[in-house]
């Protein structure tokens, strides 16, 4: 049923002056159509053994969250760089405790191929949130795709822009009950003893798989040093222990090792460079529209460059590596009911996958692209096509008499200026027009929340055809181990 909204008038549902013309004829959509087919049946099934996998998840990229940003591309028709992909399939993304999941124990899921409870973080579901003990027994902790590749020979490494202890790079290093304990002082805070329980941080910098990672870029210097230590652009410390984790990494005797804190530093690094550790910001790197209105590009990488950078640098080994890249921040985005920046955040993806997949060999590098959870953003009210993704659904009025957007989330953060206990804001009131600007929701909360329905999954590259159908999360790093033929599962 597609109820015929009241306030629109026939000649607004006239399709005579929206769309492309050549879209009004048969012929059009007939030969894509056989020309889609032709594509797919000469399409063949790359089954080499990878030498590389790069894995790309963005946080919190749900499926409308692609489809928004395709609009926001340049139409409805353009499509994503990871949507030229030959091969795609749905992820569940539910977790052990939790219909709705958070991105520690998905991934943990995705990292390591075990489910586990909300809010923990490489350790299986033995382990309740927060308990101080239970993961100091090495029995709960799982093992992740980076380790399984470089006891394979192979290096790894992580790109982020959020800290790079943040859920989910640290689910592939880092075993805790707790994904807040960052840094020493947030073990504390959380009432648990600090001397008995290894931070993130420090299981990132001296931990059996953090201290071997090759290549790790992000955010969060703050977490690796102490409170009296100055930090390089003023931004906060958190620790409570006097330490330096960023001097501890650089003097522990191996060669070609470089700590960089600036984009410039990245764009310049020593060719020789082996082993890699670029922290921009203090907390989590800026949002790209941000970094551009504050001026911040000389110090803030973007994802892309952040991502030629670790494949330069992993590339020199000849047995191949294990990369994983995070959009992080589409996620934030999101939870703030920005969507302007969520889908910044998302192109921004979408160009470091079309890098890296120029840069290497279908032949030899499978790229898989997914996302840990979804949310609740939604596109509705049958705006016109080509209207804007960020505008007013311009084909029906809400029966309270006013217009809406067409994004809506579902719930979103009570402080905002879109909550009203009195009954919804009127959408022609309010600006919509900044990157931070905050959009309509329905549910007054702190902030908006994760979503639990499935998120898609996309690949190109040696098995790629692998990845396809609905599948679990956590099937996702066995799928990559086997075309990497590494781990303890089936090899190819
Ligand atoms: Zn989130």
Redesign the pocket.
């Known amino acids: 049923m597609h109820p015929r909204p009241e306030a629109a008038s026939k000649e607004s549902f006239s399709s005579r002056s929206i769309g492309h013309s050549w879209e009004r004829t048969s012929d059009y959509w007939i030969n894509l159509g056989h020309q889609h087919v032709n594509e797919r049946i000469s399409r063949s099934i790359n089954t080499n053994r990878a030498k590389n996998v790069i894995f790309f998840i963005g ?2 990229m749900s499926i409308p969250t692609l489809s928004a940003t395709r609009v926001a591309l340049g139409g409805e028709e353009q499509q994503l760089s990871w949507e030229k992909f030959p091969f795609s399939g749905l992820s569940k993304t539910y977790c052990v405790d939790s219909q709705v999941a ?2 520690s124990c998905t991934g943990t899921a995705y990292w390591t191929g075990v489910k586990t409870n909300y809010m923990t973080m490489g350790v299986n579901a033995q382990v309740p949130l927060g308990d101080c003990e239970a993961a100091l027994d090495p029995s709960t902790h799982t093992e992740s795709i980076a380790k399984w590749a470089m006891d394979a020979g192979k290096s790894a490494g992580i790109v982020t822009t959020t800290t790079v202890t943040h859920a989910s790079p640290g689910a592939g290093y880092a075993h805790v009950a707790d994904r807040f304990w960052e840094n020493d002082n947030f073990i504390r805070h959380s009432g648990c003893d600090p001397s008995k329980i290894d931070d993130i941080a420090k299981q990132l910098i001296h931990g059996p798989v953090g201290s071997r990672l090759s290549v790790v870029l992000g955010g969060g210097r703050g977490h690796m040093r102490d409170t009296s230590i100055p930090d390089e652009e003023g931004g906060t410390n958190y620790r409570g222990d006097s330490r330096d984790l960023i001097s501890e990494w650089l003097s522990d005797g191996k060669p070609n090792k470089k700590y960089v804190w600036n984009r410039n530093d990245l764009l310049n690094l020593p060719s020789d460079t082996e082993t890699l550790l670029g922290l921009f910001e203090s907390g989590d790197m800026q949002f790209y529209l941000e970094s551009q209105e504050r001026g911040s590009q000389n110090t803030e990488p973007t994802l892309e460059e952040m991502t030629r950078s670790a494949i330069n640098v992993l590339k020199k080994n000849p047995n191949g590596f294990f990369l994983f890249v995070e959009g992080g921040r589409i ?2 985005g ?2 703030y009911t920005m969507p302007r920046a969520a889908v910044a955040e998302t192109i921004e993806l979408h160009k470091a996958v079309q890098a890296a997949r120029d840069m290497l060999s279908e032949e030899d590098t499978l790229i898989v692209v997914s996302s840990d ?1 979804s949310h609740t953003m939604s596109i509705s009210g049958y705006p016109t096509r080509g209207n804007d993704i960020f505008g007013k659904s311009d084909r029906i009025e809400a029966s309270d008499g006013m217009p809406y957007m067409t994004l809506n989330y579902a719930n979103g953060p009570i402080s905002s200026p879109q909550y009203k206990a009195t009954g919804r804001p009127n959408p022609a009131t309010s600006d919509f027009s900044h990157w931070s600007s905050v959009f309509p929701f329905h549910i007054p909360i702190d902030l908006e929340t ?1 979503a639990g329905d499935d998120v898609g999954i996309f690949a190109s590259g040696p098995n790629a055809h692998l990845f396809s159908g609905s599948i679990e999360q956590s099937h996702l790093p066995h799928l990559m181990a086997y075309a990497l033929s590494v781990g303890n599962g089936p090899k190819r």
């Open positions: 946080d919190g958070d991105s996620d934030h999101h939870h959870h994760h």
